[in-house]
């Protein structure tokens, strides 16, 4: 079982910065994929930007590309998201998501991300 805890959301202003954090459990997290998404309200979740284990290849949705970025630190156990830019269509929670083999998805609890106009 992996245990995922995101953190580092909050309230920003359009234009402003947020980084949020996913600590994960687990003694093989180097080799866990990781993933960030997001649901805002009244909408499905979405894909937002993922990293392989080794940090060396990210992917992003089209709407964050240029403005957010993901990284990791094995040593640590936790992935990132830096956001900046924010607008409002951002707000959103963000949630991370470990990926172990080919489909074992373990999900963190959510963090709210809500950026004012």
């Known amino acids: 079982q992996v245990q995922l805890v995101e953190s580092g959301g909050g309230l920003v202003q359009a234009g402003g910065s947020l980084r949020l954090s996913c600590a994960a459990s687990g003694r093989t997290f180097s080799s866990y994929f990781m993933g960030w998404f997001r649901q805002a309200p009244g909408k499905e979740r979405e894909f937002v930007a993922s990293?392989?284990?080794?940090?060396?290849?990210?992917s992003y949705a089209d709407s964050v590309k240029g403005r957010f970025t993901i990284s990791r630190d094995n040593a640590k156990n936790t992935v990132y998201l830096q956001m900046n830019s924010l607008k409002p269509e951002d707000t959103a929670v963000y949630y991370c998501r470990a990926t172990i083999g080919i489909k074992t998805n373990y999900w963190g609890q959510g963090s709210q991300v809500t950026v004012s106009s």
């Open positions: 990293i392989n284990w080794s940090g060396t290849s990210t």
